[in-house]
């Protein structure tokens, strides 16, 4: 008989009166090949608030989105970044939206992760021009090759 142990483990992150809870583990851990999701719950209402805008998520440089990959407004709108292929040519095509603003998540994937790829990537909330930004970031941690092994050989 086997035993497992799951737990998920949030991580609170409070930045400018708003509340940020990471769902990710920092680093997000994950071996070369596979998929890296990051992810985020936002504060409940937060969304709804009038002058919230949308979320950003990009590569995270010198304490804030640097570059970003990929935008989602408010009303659920994906805005890839059209510099994208310039800007981050080994993303391109990998990046994912797989969150849920009407339920307060945000989440990303970078599909068929590499040694390249590992660096750190932020989320930034987009508010009107009268409301500073907020914003988290996670890393992304490549390990060696992942194997599918067979349990029943």
Same mark, same amino acid.
């Given at each position: ?56 998520? %990009?590569?995270? @440089?010198?304490?804030?989105?640097? +570059?970003?990959? /990929?935008? !989602?407004?408010? *009303? ?51 508010? %009107?021009?009268? @409301?500073?930004?907020?914003?988290? +970031?996670?890393? /992304?941690? !490549?390990?060696? *090759? ?8």
């Amino acid at each position: 008989m086997a035993c497992f142990n799951t737990s998920i483990t949030l991580y609170c992150c409070t930045v400018w009166g708003a509340e940020i809870f990471r769902v990710s583990s920092n680093p997000v851990r994950v071996f070369q090949g596979s998929d890296a999701l990051f992810q985020w719950t936002l504060k409940k209402g937060l969304t709804s608030q009038p002058d919230f805008r949308g979320v950003v998520f %990009g590569v995270w @440089k010198n304490g804030y989105v640097a +570059s970003y990959l /990929l935008s !989602v407004t408010k *009303n659920g709108w994906i805005v890839l970044n059209p510099d994208l292929k310039d800007e981050a040519p080994h993303l391109a095509g990998r990046v994912q939206w797989k969150g849920d603003l009407f339920k307060s998540i945000a989440a990303f994937q970078i599909s068929h992760v590499s040694a390249q790829d590992q660096m750190e990537y932020g989320l930034r909330l987009e508010y %009107g021009t009268l @409301k500073g930004s907020q914003s988290d +970031s996670l890393g /992304l941690k !490549v390990e060696g *090759n992942w194997q599918r092994t067979d349990l029943f050989n």
